[in-house]
């Protein structure tokens, strides 16, 4: 078994704006530095076989903190990015009907499989993660993993590993640098 340890990268000023991120590729603010390194110290009692991160600078920035704690390098995986957010990247919640009433009123109707202009669907993303997951499990069958990487995305894992619906992905969303740690079976189950 895997044992996994997950984290969605520091704070970011649009996390503070509520700024609809994505794959904006944003830099962490001064109280994101300051839980990067609270997380360092937290998991510097940890082991880790490997750190693997989303390529985006404030998941980037933040694995790598850890990482120099332990002797590793973090390994860039551009499939751990969050959800594609399209035209909507950057904008505020109560801006996006306004200006994409079609698309918005689509997101009220079903909010798993419609896509902002130029995005993925939620049910997108869980396609494109779930299989980057069992490969790094596969990889280190009885590893230990520090993987960095998104809210959205890591909570499609997780409603995923624990059989929740994707309708809860949105209700559980980790807290920014938050270790959250789950034991994966070979099958791809993970024990409760």
Known sequence: ??????VRHA??????QARWQGQADQLLNAAGRLQVRQLAA???VERFDAIYSSDLRRALATARVVARSHNLRVIREP????????AWEGLLGYEIPGLYPAEWAERQRDPFHSRPPGGESVFDLAQRILPVFDELCARH??????IVSHGLLLSVYLCHLRGLPLEAAYSNLPENAHPIFVIVEPDGRCPL
Do not use: A, I, V
């Not at 078994?1 to 997950?6: D, G, K, P, S, Y």
């Not at 069958?141 to 520090?146: A, K, Q, T, W, Y």
């Open 11 to 16: 704070q970011t000023d649009w996390n503070l």
């Open 42 to 44: 937290e998991l510097s």
């Open 79 to 86: 499939r751990l990015r969050e959800l594609d957010l399209g």
């Open 1 to 6: 078994m895997t044992r996994l340890c997950l």
């Open 141 to 146: 069958p009885h590893g230990s993993l520090l």
